[in-house]
């Protein structure tokens, strides 16, 4: 059978038996070549679905995600004015926070990240040119920060922009990066003088996942309890901030031992690594906490454990050396978005609940009275 299928293919307009090497059908002659990308692509499209529908089920909700990457990302590419990132900006305070019934329940559009990148890269090559070109020494720290920190600070910039609510303001999100990134760091490093250092084998692999992520754990619940945050978007941001510190100072560290080549391969990695697996844990912790205290009983919700459990997963398979690493770590990137894609989903679908459970209270108000 299998030595059939490898010889034989199906016509799926006529039903036509053909040979493999055939490029349309004998019998109506439908192209055969596209079918089999509409093939793949269906098969593609299935797993993605699977995938999604599995994540969505760890937050409630029994249905695949549907992923238009298209439709998020539309406003990059259009002009934008300053008054407009202003009100970005402004978000937080007393008097730009908007009530309930304002919070945005559609598909996020965020764009401002785009541009932070785009600064952030361009202070980056010119550093690099000076070094490379000019010989000047004295670029040197500035492009180790820029290159620690132009990525995940323009992936805290999406965060925050996606962030519906509009609750937290942007010195608070810089107050999370810089202290929760260095006071996670801090806490990875104390866990490790308990544990050991792992290796890049399956095992140690998995206690660097375990313990990196426990360490951020750690720190994201402090500033869930002390922020008592109750909605999946800042949980969301507050992690997705710690991971962020937490990133720029590695990639430093690394960059100061390795050498720029690996500070810029880190860059480009961490377009999935620290920022979203942080997010994803944050965002899954106060979806399991809602508006209640923050207690040990949330932190063994199969739900919560669930999307723990997954950024141990994806930063264990990171670290773990493998053939086809390029291959692999943009498969783990991928994969970490779809989390976040489920999660921006949750959030929304938050949203919508908690607008019609508003309006249920407020139309049963004239009834007890």
Sequence with gaps: MAEDAEKYTYCTNCGTKNAATNKFCLECGQRLIEQDKQTKDSRAGNILDNATKEMNSWTGEDKSVEINFKSIFNQVFKKHTQDETDRIFIAGTKET?????????????PWLFSRVFLYLSSLLLILLAVLIIFQNSNAYPGLLFMGALSVPFSLLIFFFEINVFKNISIYQVMKIFFIGGAFSLLMTVFIYSLT????????????????EETGKLVIISYFVHKANVSHIFNGMLIGAAIGAGFAVFENAGYAQNYGIAVLLVRSFGSLGS?????AIIGAALVMVKKSNKLTKAHFTDRHFINFFLLSVLLHALWDLKTPFTDVKLVLLIISGWV?????????????????KLKLKNMLEEPREA
């Design 97 to 109: 926070t908007p009530t309930l019934n304002e919070v945005a329940d559609k598909e996020v559009r």
């Design 196 to 211: 050991g250092s792992g290796n890049f084998s399956l095992l140690g692999s998995l206690l660097i996942g375990l313990v």
């Design 274 to 278: 620290h920022t979203i697996w942080s």
């Design 339 to 355: 989390a976040i894609f489920v999660l921006i989903h949750a959030g929304l679908r938050e949203v919508k609940e908690l607008k």
